[in-house]
């Protein structure tokens, strides 16, 4: 081949890669994977693929352009941790239901968890930290909160008053996650990590402290009467066995296993104060979202395909 | 015939221009690292962000994928050596990588699958080097080796500089498509192929003598005796580009999303100081330039260890570790290359790459241990004494190399 064919050729090459790589791009990389038509009976809000989507319970399903890592909804307050952007850091992002931005605030980390409290004032947030990571022998996390009303924000837990088992308790390695707001928005639910082993705690926000209930609990969940938790713990205690959805009653302390046998690694929700939603993701990354009775009786449902971050709609 | 030559006088004011064939070498180079680095840029995210594996753990993976690569690397030199012929194996290497991006879209976030395809790259990477390095010292006189080298290695870092802000384009016409990302970065791979097929000659020269290929001619010469140990003490005196990165972020408290930017920056002024430093080394000597790139090294861990945080580390730090990349990366291969004989050239190169590679594993996981058992200032501290003491062996292993080349 002479020089000129060999830049004919070259030419050629470009246009046709080029136009592959925009074909592809506005055939299927633009579109968001179209959503599961499932009937679910009640108006949610989900994540599809990382999109804030919304359900009225007919089956159809509306994906916004509203990228999260995780979301959640409550009256009137959507709350969206933004994933770590190729330039930007990771947000919490607070918007009201017309998805309008109210509140930014700056987080470094790997979005876990994220709950309104069902005023739609207190958020509250987990985020794995990279970094410490490697230090520590286990993973390294930080839980935060913020008052949507008074602007206050909690950076992380890990500055408030441990009392356990009755006594103040001080350590290093104390980790935080999964929270979840009790009625009053200053009570609140969480799980506390220290010396290798994982706590249900209690904790009073204007107070600044957390003491210890029960040993085992993780990811919390109020029932929307305030009676219940439900949370995972880890098979045999070993989180590599994988874990259990139960639900706690406060008042006895007695521990109900649900119907659901698989490894749940979720905070649950409550879509009723019978019902119990939470995620499971598939080995092939995506996610499903599962209901079971809150009373260990039945059997789990599929509530919605290709479907994260549920909550009630704002 | 074949060393058809630019007539644009290239950079610097003595000395004839680039030879065609190196900078169609540049020139695959450029549009593959593009491709690659599209992929880097968001790799990362992707595997930490969606599969939760921690910065730290990544930079041990690409690290144990290097490593693991550097057999297939010696097979695919000693395999072009045998058949005198580098430009095959080259391609099949940089077709490997270019399908490893299909593999990735193929994964759709299955980690066994994304392992595989990262494999599948990375050992595209291992079998092309070698061949192409090769390619270029057989088209260069050796008194220009490291002017070639380092206009080679500038177009490199211009893909890689250009890569990461390719990727943010494509994720800026249309959010939160990776899908795209990884697509366009298969296209613009194919599309390095093309000009390595189409452009890039084969060195010529007559078919080596049998005798040469042994084994023996290459590891009693100076390859195996002086530059291959060589290598292995440059490589212990890296820690690589993930902690480097990761310590920066600790020290300035960095948004880890900056990861790629950093990237970009060191390349930036990779870019800029390859081809200068290259025909810097012509002139007063590759040893001195390349133990001076190492010295910025030993800079970069002391900075990282004991200076005060703040953004002028993170600028001094980039600037850095981008001086010690354009003073040593070719510097390295334009100091080796006439040091080896030329029927097995490919199969010296990736020899000194592989003992790179490797020693560069063991540091970094040596790094990593000091790191969790010292806490940082004493794991920074204990890196930049070793490589102060990899560089005096360094200078005292290659210094004689000065009379053999001249």
Request: proline letters at 6%; a positive charge; aromatic letters at 6%.
């Amino acid at each position: 081949m002479n020089l000129r064919s060999r830049i004919v050729v070259l030419a050629a090459s470009i246009v046709l890669l080029a136009a592959m790589a925009v074909a592809y791009t506005v055939f299927r990389g633009a579109e968001p994977t179209p959503a599961a038509g499932a009937a679910t009976g009640r108006p949610l809000q989900l994540l599809t693929n990382g999109r804030l989507s919304y359900t009225s319970g007919t089956g159809a399903r509306k994906v916004t352009s509203v990228q999260c890592d995780r979301a959640y909804a409550a009256a009137g307050t959507v709350a969206c941790l933004r994933p770590v952007g190729a330039l930007s850091a990771g947000a919490l992002v607070v918007m009201d239901s017309g998805l309008h931005e109210r509140r930014r605030v700056p987080l470094t980390g790997f979005p876990n968890r994220l709950r309104v409290s069902a005023s739609g004032r207190m958020v509250a947030w987990t985020l794995f930290i990279d970094g410490h990571t490697y230090a520590t022998t286990g993973f390294s996390t930080r839980a935060g909160i913020l008052d949507t009303r008074t602007g206050q924000l909690v950076d992380s837990l890990e500055g408030f008053t441990v009392i356990k088992d009755g006594t103040p308790y001080r350590n290093k390695d104390a980790n935080f996650w999964g929270i979840t707001f009790a009625a009053d928005d200053n009570r609140f639910y969480a799980t506390l990590s220290t010396g290798g082993r994982r706590y249900l705690v209690q904790g009073d926000l204007a107070a600044r402290t957390v003491r210890t209930l029960a040993p085992g609990v993780e990811c919390p969940s109020l029932s929307p009467d305030g009676r219940r938790l439900a949370f995972k713990s880890a098979v045999g205690g070993d989180p590599k066995r994988g874990w259990r959805v139960s639900v706690l009653d406060l008042a006895t302390l007695r521990t109900t296993p649900l119907a659901e046998t698989r490894s749940v690694d979720d905070q649950p929700v409550w879509l009723d104060g019978h019902t119990i939603a939470y995620a499971l993701q598939l080995s092939d990354g995506t996610n499903q979202t599962w209901t079971v009775p809150a009373d260990g009786s039945g059997k789990p449902r599929l509530l919605l395909s290709n479907a994260n971050s549920v909550s009630p709609a704002p | 015939m074949y060393l058809s030559t630019l007539t644009r006088p290239a950079l610097g004011r003595r000395g004839g221009p680039v030879a065609a064939n190196v900078v169609a070498l540049g020139a695959v180079s450029l549009v593959t690292d593009v491709s690659a680095e599209m992929v880097t840029a968001i790799l990362p995210l992707y595997l930490v962000v969606g599969l939760q594996f921690s910065p730290a753990a990544y930079g041990a993976i690409d690290g144990l994928y290097t490593g693991a690569t550097a057999l297939l690397r010696l097979a695919g030199g000693y395999a072009a050596d045998l058949a005198g012929r580098r430009k095959p194996v080259a391609a099949l290497g940089y077709g490997m990588s270019a399908a490893a991006k299909l593999g990735l879209l193929a994964a759709a976030g299955s980690a066994a699958g994304i392992g595989l395809a990262i494999t599948a790259d990375r050992a595209g990477k291992g079998l092309r080097t070698a061949p192409r390095d090769a390619m270029i010292t057989l088209s260069t006189p050796p008194e220009r080796l490291g002017r070639a080298f380092g206009v080679h290695r500038a177009m490199d870092a211009a893909g890689a500089f250009a890569g990461p802000l390719a990727a943010l384009a494509v994720l800026a016409a249309v959010p939160g498509s990776y899908d795209s990302v990884i697509m366009a970065s298969f296209c613009v791979a194919l599309l390095g192929v093309v000009i390595l097929l189409l452009f890039v000659r084969d060195s010529p020269g007559p078919r080596p003598p049998r005798e040469a290929l042994r084994w023996r001619a290459l590891l009693d010469g100076p390859g195996g005796r002086r530059l291959a140990p060589a290598s292995c003490l440059l490589g212990l005196a890296t820690i690589g580009d993930g902690f480097t990165y990761l310590l920066l972020q600790q020290r300035t408290h960095l948004a880890v999303g900056w990861f790629p930017l950093l990237a970009v920056a060191t390349s930036g002024v990779y870019l800029l100081l390859a081809a200068p430093l290259g025909v810097l080394a012509d002139r007063i000597g590759r040893l001195p330039v390349l133990l001076g790139g190492y010295l910025t090294l030993t800079a970069t861990y002391l900075l990282l260890g004991e200076a005060p945080g703040g953004l002028w580390l993170v600028v001094a730090v980039t600037v850095l570790h981008g001086t010690f990349y354009a003073a040593t990366d070719g510097g390295l291969m334009a100091l080796a290359g006439p040091l080896l004989p030329s029927g097995l050239r490919t199969t010296g190169i990736a020899l000194v790459q592989s003992g790179q590679a490797l020693a560069y594993l063991l540091s970094s996981v040596l790094f990593g241990v000091a790191w969790q058992t010292w806490g940082t200032r004493p794991a920074l501290l204990a890196a930049a004494v070793t490589s102060l003491a990899a560089l005096a062996g360094t200078a005292v292993l290659l210094r004689p190399a000065k009379e053999v080349t001249a």
